[in-house]
């Protein structure tokens, strides 16, 4: 379990605060116990903590996010549950806030006390019962848990579920994931050049603090483009035009 030395440690050689160390170790230990089961193969993970854990962005990401194949709500909650009990195990104060189903899913609020830290994180599952969608399994070795397997959404279908998630919403931790995709060799082939095209209008029209929400996200040696992040992120997006 991690100990306040690790924890001050991790800060240090992750240059970033104690909140995104303990809620990336509370990630992992989640999704370790819950790719355990069975049942978890129908579960994708998928969002910016995918990014992160499986590509290596630096983006440090406050969610879980999931597509689901197949499922019913109570077979989610009982997954989630089992997860959590596992954790607890290991004397971790950690529960749901709340749990219930949407029009596309599944949303759930997990609440942990760790360290004198009090925190929730959100996770969500989009239902896909109609779609065949492909799925990788990937190894993670992480400084938290001993090494997992689990499985997430392949390649192609996250950078669109990214690309799309960025012109629904817009963002500053989209065009972030937007330019660690366009920079990334093994990602940047499956970005559409319609879509590319259409996030740089909405990035020229609109006016975006970019530092305020990305300071706290990224690592301090990250942070330096934060300055002119919104010229950095229109040029790299030119060049894929």
């Known amino acids: 379990m991690l100990s306040l030395e690790n924890l001050q440690e991790f800060t240090k050689k992750f240059q970033t605060n104690e909140k995104n160390v303990i809620r990336e170790y509370i990630q992992h230990l989640c999704l370790a116990n819950l790719y355990k089961n069975k049942e978890s193969e129908d579960l994708l993970f998928k969002g ?29 909650e009982d997954l989630f549950l089992r997860t959590l009990t596992e954790i607890e195990k290991i004397g971790i104060k ?16 997990i609440h942990y006390d760790f360290l004198d830290f009090k925190e929730d994180m959100k ?28 499985i997430h959404l392949a390649p192609k279908e996250l950078v669109n579920e990214k690309i799309q998630a ?19 060799p093994a990602l940047n082939r499956f970005v559409d050049k319609r879509r590319l095209k259409r996030t740089l209008d909405n990035l ?3 006016q975006i603090d970019f530092k ?17 992040f919104k010229e950095i992120l229109r040029k790299e997006i030119e060049k894929h035009l």
């Open 48 to 76: 910016g903590t995918s990014l992160r854990f499986i590509y290596q962005s630096p983006r440090f990401s406050e969610d879980l996010d999931f597509t689901g194949r197949f499922w019913r709500f109570n077979q989610i």
């Open 94 to 109: 950690i529960s749901f806030k709340e749990a219930k189903p949407t029009t596309g899913g599944y949303l759930g609020l």
């Open 123 to 150: 996770f969500e599952v989009s239902l896909r019962k109609n779609k065949k969608i492909e799925g990788e399994l990937t190894t993670l070795i992480s400084d938290f848990t001993i090494p997992y397997t689990l």
């Open 166 to 184: 960025l012109i629904n919403r817009g963002k500053p931790r989209d065009y972030y994931d937007l330019y660690f995709l366009l920079r990334h």
């Open 204 to 206: 020229n029209k609109e």
């Open 212 to 228: 305020r929400e990305l300071s706290v996200l990224l690592p301090v040696m990250h942070q330096m483009i934060l300055k002119n």
